[in-house]
T-cell receptor, first 114, second 115 residues
Framework: AQSVTQPDIHITVSEGASLELRCNYS??????LFWYVQSPGQGLQLLLKYFSGDTLVQGIKGFEAEFKRSQSSFNLRKPSVHWSDAAEYFC????????????FGKGTKLSVKP | ETGVTQTPRHLVMGMTNKKSLKCEQH?????MYWYKQSAKKPLELMFVYNFKEQTENNSVPSRFSPECPNSSHLFLHLHTLQPEDSALYLC??????????????FGPGTRLTVT
């Protein structure tokens, strides 16, 4: 069965510093991978997705993620964090099983220091 | 604004009440979903509707009853809930099939408190 692990529950970075959020997945075939962001009291917003092709994908708000099959990882990066990036970030995997189902990680909460 | 709206945004109900959550999508999608988000737990998929047909029910208690009258509207009818049902309930929609399978768009959620 598919699964997603986000090993970091909470990360704090300084404004302007770089950011990397980790995501590892378990899936036998080529996965469809997603990163979502959730601000407090809000729904989830799609940041970026990987379906196939170029393993480095660009998303909204200056985020990017790299698919590494050998490491079963899909880490999210941003070169310079802004205070407005403080939120919770969820990695998700889909593919196989019931159509449309996404399996989400438990999320990583990002705090930004001024 | 993602094109998925949910009402109400906040709901407080007693354990003997009956209420309904509403979701509407304006994206022309053919699949809709209910998720439950509790503190310290990952998102839990509750129900999936594809072309108005329920295709998934992840062992959800019968006190939650979904309804999908058309591909744009989704309801979650609630009755005799328990305090542990307090959570954020998220609705999502997607256009199943290529070229963007599984790409789900979420509403803002309904914060439910059961007293």
């Amino acid at each position: 069965a598919q699964s997603v692990t986000q090993p970091d529950i909470h990360i704090t970075v300084s404004e302007g510093a770089s950011l990397e959020l980790r995501c590892n997945y378990s899936y036998g075939a080529t996965p469809y991978l997603f990163w979502y962001v959730q601000s407090p009291g809000q729904g989830l917003q799609l940041l970026l997705k990987y379906f196939s092709g170029d393993t480095l994908v660009q998303g909204i708000k200056g985020f990017e993620a790299e698919f590494k099959r050998s490491q079963s990882s899909f880490n999210l990066r941003k070169p310079s964090v802004h205070w407005s990036d403080a939120a919770e970030y969820f990695c998700a995997v889909a593919g196989g099983g019931s159509q449309g189902n996404l399996i989400f990680g438990k999320g990583t909460k990002l705090s930004v220091k001024p | 604004e993602t094109g998925v709206t949910q009402t109400p945004r906040h709901l407080v109900m007693g354990m003997t009440n009956k209420k309904s959550l509403k979701c509407e999508q304006h994206l022309g999608h053919n699949a809709m979903y209910w998720y439950k988000q509790s503190a310290k737990k990952p998102l839990e998929l509750m129900f999936v509707y594809n072309f108005k047909e329920q295709t998934e029910n992840n062992s959800v208690p019968s006190r939650f009853s979904p309804e999908c009258p058309n591909s744009s509207h989704l309801f979650l009818h609630l009755h005799t809930l328990q305090p542990e049902d307090s959570a954020l309930y998220l609705c999502a929609s997607s256009q199943e099939g290529l070229p963007r399978p599984y790409e789900q768009y979420f509403g803002p959620g309904t914060r439910l408190t059961v007293t």
